[in-house]
């Protein structure tokens, strides 16, 4: 601003300002920006002079004191993270949503992946989804939006898919690595907390949007099939009680595939934000929406013993499938915030998100034992092709309020209701078999049935919190006692039925007859061979759950030094009912149980900006709610392995010790070294076994023996003028031992990594940013090391995956004032995802390259 004028102005993302039609004169300008020293300049303005001014601004040397509650730092930009990690009383990482629009990335998931110790797993539909944070499997954290969990659309688990949330509606994300008492206990990896936009002190308008391509379709064409006739309910679920499913009940159009060549992805978006009333009404409007068209070419098998006598293993099948996606990702923020005086503030924030997929998956699987053949390449190949759609909604509405009380009083509360939900209709799955013989001659092919599959699921999650602060100083020291609640209700409740098509039992003489041969799904006839669907289909049940929490926490903070800790105690209550009784099978059932999680952490400065910090807290893990339901389901398409729960399973807890040295030398330059310890009783983990249900494969979760988890972080980034570095290294090592067999059947108890661990992850970017001429370019680099996948039947045979190298680069321009041209290109090195069993492969996914182009508007 120039001071003792009217003339003032907000610097735009990257640093620029313009104050238009100043009459010739001399004048004092003042720059200020959180974090940095306020700058002075005296200037000399000619008339008709346009005069240009490089001003650099230096990081504030001393510590932040909090002025006001309601104050903040930008937490869109690099520098408010930094901030944000310096002032933090808990270990946490942060990202901003300046680096984040810079990097490759257009997702969540895809922007976590470059976060300190992150790493990725993918879901059934094949996108980047879940977090695993420092080798702890998704379940061992939880997600948060702006700090209030949500609810997930996911029919068997807890935690959202990331992959679906567009990075541009975010201001921020925070990854938290340890906790204080005022946060929930159920994080022992860590807490993901996607901070949305919120309504700043300037008015901003920004627009964007992109073009894209995936590699796979430079070879591949696009498989689609008909939606418009899958219908939302099955035959059962649209009729009156008692109907019988006909064969004309199921459409064929869904079934009905066709290739073409793949469209282009896109995203656009927007976002708008202002304060109405002389400042007093904060509005802010953001949407994004994302069409992307993906696929894969992979190779799946099943690993056996060869005999009981060793336990060298082989394969048992090969299957290769590919997969064509078509997903669509909107997300929509609105946010209202009213400050009524200087000492109250109400918060209206609501987050909707919507995704929809369409999925065509081709199978070819030949079981290599036991099906007519005498060799490799001879025997029964059973072919599937599957069409599915799905679509999943989250929704969070939050009503919150800030209060000074006193000079020493402040209370905080929120009330959020959360909604998800998950519908996949009429998921269809075509099956033929031909054979071929010892002589290499393909008979014809066989038409083997038809399975359908309605699914659905809604969660309901209603939370209410309150916290109570009192701060008070002494000279330079301050005392902080705080104290708090909880309480959530939340609800599952999930439907499915399955129908089974098999080939006429009869022809049309009435004679009995064999599989016909297949010549397309137009000319396909079937009987329903379950005309009531799956009256007693163990898919379908409710699960409650009821959350007690309440903490008391104090901290303390000296000019060198500060401590803090706690107790935090959750009561919970889960019950499930399966909604329709299943013979010899539990039809409802619960738990109970309260812990006591106790934190405290220890922060000292040890020169200026530099910090060495302590932190110890007790975490809790529950059970997903599906894990505590005591029957299992069909295969899934996905896996080819039927999932079981398991009434008896119970809830884990750590004991998590960490270690931190930080370093903020200026700007958003950073170093942290870093080490952690976890201790987890009852760990829960997904086991592969025999099964009961005919032979085949199931996954079941189970309570393994104690596991130890330690390792070790480092994270940077640095800059020499116009060209910087950042990066970070996690190495983690976890041991875990589990009840498993031989194949002559004798129980062992092998030591092995935790299921998700990688044992090294290193993410390094090289940088070059020119803010004179508006540039930058990142080029980014990742290598993840082997990573535990899942655990087997026998001991030694695990899936593990192999280490994976993957380049990234993006870049952007100022092509004029307000637009920037930028470009993304991700997997360059078109690095395949593989998993194997003692050497034999068993998995291999390969995705390609993508590649986009896009502008960007900021005002």
Same mark, same amino acid.
């Given at each position: 601003?120039?001071?003792?004028?009217?003339?003032?102005?907000?610097?735009?993302?990257?640093?620029?300002?313009?104050?238009?039609?100043?009459?010739?004169?001399?004048?004092?300008?003042?720059?200020?920006?959180?974090?940095?020293?306020?700058?002075?300049?005296?200037?000399?303005?000619?008339?008709?002079?346009?005069?240009?001014?490089?001003?650099?601004?230096?990081?504030?040397?001393?510590?932040?004191?909090?002025?006001?509650?309601?104050?903040?730092?930008?937490?869109?930009?690099?520098?408010?993270?930094?901030?944000?990690?310096?002032?933090?009383?808990?270990?946490?990482?942060?990202?901003?949503?300046?680096?984040?629009?810079?990097?490759?990335?257009?997702?969540?998931?895809?922007?976590?992946?470059?976060?300190?110790?992150?790493?990725?797993?993918?879901?059934?539909?094949?996108?980047?989804?879940?977090? =695993?944070?420092?080798?702890?499997?998704?379940?061992?954290?939880?997600?948060?939006?702006?700090?209030?969990?949500?609810?997930?659309?996911?029919?068997?688990?807890?935690?959202?898919?990331?992959?679906?949330?567009?990075?541009?509606?975010? &201001?921020?994300?925070?990854?938290?690595?340890?906790?204080?008492?005022?946060?929930?206990?159920?994080?022992?990896?860590?807490?993901?907390?996607?901070?949305?936009? %919120?309504?700043?002190?300037?008015?901003?308008?920004?627009?964007?949007?992109?073009?894209?391509?995936?590699?796979?379709?430079?070879?591949?064409?696009?498989?689609?099939?008909?939606?418009? %006739?899958?219908?939302?309910?099955?035959?059962?679920?649209?009729?009156?009680?008692?109907?019988?499913?006909?064969?004309?009940?199921?459409?064929?159009?869904?079934?009905?595939?066709?290739?073409?060549?793949?469209?282009?992805?896109?995203?656009?978006?927007?976002?708008?934000?202002?304060?109405?009333?002389?400042?007093?009404?904060?509005?802010?409007?953001?949407?994004?929406?994302?069409?992307?068209?993906?696929?894969?070419?992979?190779?799946?098998?099943?690993?056996?013993?060869?005999?009981?006598?060793?336990?060298?293993?082989?394969?048992?099948?090969?299957?290769?499938?590919?997969?064509?996606?078509?997903?669509?990702?909107?997300?929509?923020?609105?946010?209202?915030?009213?400050?009524?005086?200087?000492?109250?503030?109400?918060?209206?924030?609501?987050?909707?998100?919507?995704?929809?997929?369409?999925?065509?998956?081709?199978?070819?699987?030949?079981?290599?034992?036991?099906?007519?053949?005498?060799?490799?390449?001879?025997?029964?190949?059973?072919?599937?092709?599957?069409?599915?759609?799905?679509?999943?909604?989250?929704?969070?509405?939050?009503?919150?309020?800030?209060?000074?009380?006193?000079?020493?009083?402040?209370?905080?509360?929120?009330?959020?209701?959360?909604?998800?939900?998950?519908?996949?209709?009429?998921?269809?799955?075509?099956?033929?078999?031909?054979?071929?013989?010892?002589?290499?001659?393909?008979?014809?092919?066989?038409?083997?049935?038809?399975?359908?599959?309605?699914?659905?699921?809604?969660?309901?999650?209603?939370?209410?919190?309150?916290?109570?602060?009192?701060?008070?100083?002494?000279? &330079?020291?301050?005392?902080?006692?705080?104290?708090?609640?909880?309480?959530?209700?939340? &609800?599952?409740?999930?439907?499915?039925?399955?129908?089974?098509?098999?080939?006429?039992?009869?022809?049309?003489?009435?004679?009995?007859?064999?599989?016909?041969?297949?010549?397309?799904? %137009?000319?396909?006839?079937?009987?329903?061979?379950?005309?009531?669907?799956?009256?007693?289909?163990?898919?379908?049940?409710?699960?409650?759950?009821?959350?007690?929490?309440?903490?008391?926490?104090?901290?303390?903070?000296?000019?060198?030094?500060?401590?803090?800790?706690?107790?935090?105690?959750?009561?919970?209550?889960?019950?499930?009912?399966?909604?329709?009784?299943?013979?010899?099978?539990?039809?409802?059932?619960?738990?109970?149980?309260?812990?006591?999680?106790?934190?405290?952490?220890?922060?000292?400065?040890?020169?200026?900006?530099?910090?060495?910090?302590?932190?110890?807290?007790?975490?809790?893990?529950?059970?997903?709610?599906?894990?505590?339901?005591?029957?299992?389901?069909?295969?899934?398409?996905?896996?080819?392995?039927?999932?079981?729960?398991?009434?008896?399973?119970?809830?884990?807890?750590?004991?998590?010790?960490?270690?931190?040295?930080?370093?903020?030398?200026?700007?958003?330059?950073?170093?942290?070294?870093?080490?952690?310890?976890?201790?987890?009783?009852?760990?829960?983990?997904?086991?592969?076994?025999?099964?009961?249900?005919?032979?085949?494969? =199931?996954?079941?979760?189970?309570?393994?023996?104690?596991?130890?988890?330690?390792?070790?972080?480092?994270?940077?980034?640095?800059?020499?003028?116009?060209?910087?570095?950042?990066?970070?290294?996690?190495?983690?090592? &976890?041991?875990?031992?589990?009840?498993?067999?031989?194949?002559?059947?004798?129980? =062992?108890?092998?030591?092995?990594?935790?299921?998700?661990?990688?044992?090294?992850?290193?993410?390094?970017?090289?940088?070059?940013?020119?803010?004179?001429?508006?540039?930058?370019?990142?080029?980014?680099?990742?290598?993840?090391?082997?990573?535990?996948?899942?655990?087997?039947?026998?001991?030694?045979?695990?899936?593990?995956?192999?280490?994976?190298?993957?380049?990234?680069?993006?870049?952007?321009?100022?092509?004029?004032?307000?637009?920037?041209?930028?470009?993304?290109?991700?997997?360059?090195?078109?690095?395949?995802?593989?998993?194997? =069993?003692?050497?034999?492969?068993?998995?291999?996914?390969?995705?390609?390259?993508?590649?986009?182009?896009?502008?960007?508007?900021?005002?």
């Amino acid at each position: 601003m120039i001071n003792n004028t009217p003339y003032h102005k907000v610097a735009d993302t990257k640093g620029n300002f313009e104050l238009r039609n100043i009459p010739a004169g001399e004048y004092d300008l003042t720059i200020t920006n959180v974090g940095y020293t306020e700058t002075h300049r005296h200037i000399t303005l000619k008339a008709g002079q346009t005069l240009q001014l490089f001003l650099s601004l230096n990081q504030e040397g001393k510590a932040m004191e909090e002025v006001t509650v309601f104050g903040k730092a930008d937490r869109e930009k690099e520098t408010g993270s930094r901030d944000r990690e310096r002032s933090a009383s808990n270990m946490i990482n942060v990202i901003s949503s300046q680096a984040m629009v810079r990097s490759p990335d257009i997702s969540a998931a895809n922007v976590l992946q470059r976060m300190s110790g992150v790493t990725i797993q993918r879901s059934n539909g094949g996108d980047e989804a879940y977090a =695993v944070i420092r080798g702890m499997e998704p379940r061992y954290s939880n997600t948060l939006l702006n700090g209030i969990k949500i609810a997930s659309p996911d029919n068997k688990s807890r935690y959202v898919q990331l992959g679906i949330v567009p990075s541009e509606i975010l &201001s921020s994300i925070e990854i938290s690595k340890s906790l204080t008492p005022d946060m929930e206990g159920d994080a022992t990896g860590g807490t993901v907390n996607m901070v949305v936009k %919120d309504a700043p002190d300037k008015t901003s308008f920004k627009a964007t949007a992109s073009i894209g391509y995936s590699g796979l379709f430079f070879d591949e064409k696009y498989v689609a099939f008909s939606t418009r %006739d899958i219908q939302d309910k099955s035959p059962v679920q649209r009729n009156p009680p008692g109907y019988q499913a006909q064969p004309g009940d199921f459409s064929r159009s869904n079934l009905t595939f066709w290739s073409r060549q793949a469209l282009p992805s896109t995203t656009a978006g927007f976002s708008f934000t202002h304060r109405y009333l002389h400042d007093k009404l904060g509005f802010v409007l953001a949407d994004n929406l994302q069409n992307q068209y993906y696929g894969n070419i992979s190779f799946q098998a099943t690993a056996l013993p060869l005999n009981d006598t060793t336990g060298q293993l082989h394969p048992n099948d090969a299957n290769n499938f590919k997969e064509y996606t078509q997903q669509l990702n909107n997300g929509l923020v609105a946010h209202l915030d009213y400050v009524i005086n200087e000492k109250n503030k109400i918060n209206l924030d609501n987050f909707y998100l919507y995704s929809y997929l369409a999925q065509t998956r081709f199978d070819a699987n030949n079981i290599l034992i036991g099906t007519g053949g005498t060799g490799a390449g001879t025997g029964q190949v059973f072919n599937t092709y599957t069409s599915q759609t799905q679509h999943l909604f989250v929704e969070n509405l939050k009503l919150s309020g800030q209060h000074i009380l006193s000079p020493n009083f402040r209370f905080d509360w929120a009330g959020v209701y959360s909604t998800a939900g998950n519908r996949q209709p009429d998921v269809a799955s075509i099956n033929t078999v031909y054979l071929i013989q010892n002589n290499g001659v393909q008979t014809g092919t066989y038409f083997d049935g038809i399975s359908r599959t309605w699914q659905k699921n809604d969660d309901k999650e209603y939370s209410g919190i309150l916290n109570l602060d009192y701060r008070k100083r002494f000279g &330079s020291n301050e005392l902080q006692i705080k104290a708090g609640g909880l309480y959530r209700y939340a &609800s599952r409740n999930n439907v499915q039925d399955d129908y089974n098509l098999i080939p006429p039992a009869t022809n049309a003489n009435g004679t009995a007859a064999s599989k016909p041969l297949w010549t397309g799904i %137009d000319n396909a006839q079937w009987d329903v061979f379950n005309p009531s669907g799956t009256t007693y289909n163990p898919n379908s049940y409710n699960a409650t759950e009821t959350i007690y929490d309440g903490y008391g926490a104090i901290r303390f903070k000296a000019l060198m030094w500060e401590a803090g800790g706690g107790l935090r105690v959750e009561h919970t209550n889960d019950t499930w009912n399966v909604l329709q009784y299943v013979a010899g099978e539990l039809i409802n059932g619960g738990q109970i149980y309260q812990e006591f999680l106790p934190s405290g952490y220890f922060k000292y400065e040890l020169a200026n900006r530099q910090y060495l910090h302590f932190s110890y807290y007790r975490s809790i893990t529950r059970p997903n709610y599906y894990e505590l339901v005591p029957t299992g389901g069909s295969p899934a398409v996905t896996t080819g392995f039927r999932t079981e729960g398991n009434d008896t399973l119970h809830h884990s807890l750590a004991d998590n010790l960490d270690i931190r040295y930080e370093w903020f030398p200026r700007g958003d330059e950073h170093l942290f070294i870093g080490a952690f310890y976890k201790h987890i009783v009852d760990p829960i983990e997904i086991q592969l076994t025999g099964g009961t249900n005919g032979g085949l494969y =199931v996954v079941k979760p189970l309570n393994s023996h104690p596991a130890t988890n330690v390792g070790a972080e480092m994270s940077f980034t640095k800059y020499w003028g116009r060209f910087g570095v950042t990066g970070n290294y996690t190495y983690t090592h &976890s041991t875990i031992s589990s009840d498993q067999k031989t194949p002559q059947a004798k129980d =062992v108890f092998p030591t092995r990594p935790m299921q998700g661990q990688t044992d090294h992850i290193v993410n390094l970017s090289l940088l070059y940013k020119d803010t004179k001429h508006g540039s930058f370019v990142q080029v980014s680099y990742q290598y993840q090391g082997t990573t535990l996948a899942e655990t087997g039947q026998y001991a030694g045979a695990d899936y593990f995956q192999r280490p994976m190298n993957t380049l990234a680069v993006s870049g952007e321009k100022d092509i004029r004032k307000h637009f920037t041209m930028f470009a993304k290109a991700n997997n360059l090195l078109n690095t395949p995802v593989q998993q194997y =069993v003692q050497g034999v492969l068993v998995l291999k996914n390969t995705y390609r390259a993508t590649y986009s182009l896009g502008i960007r508007y900021t005002y």
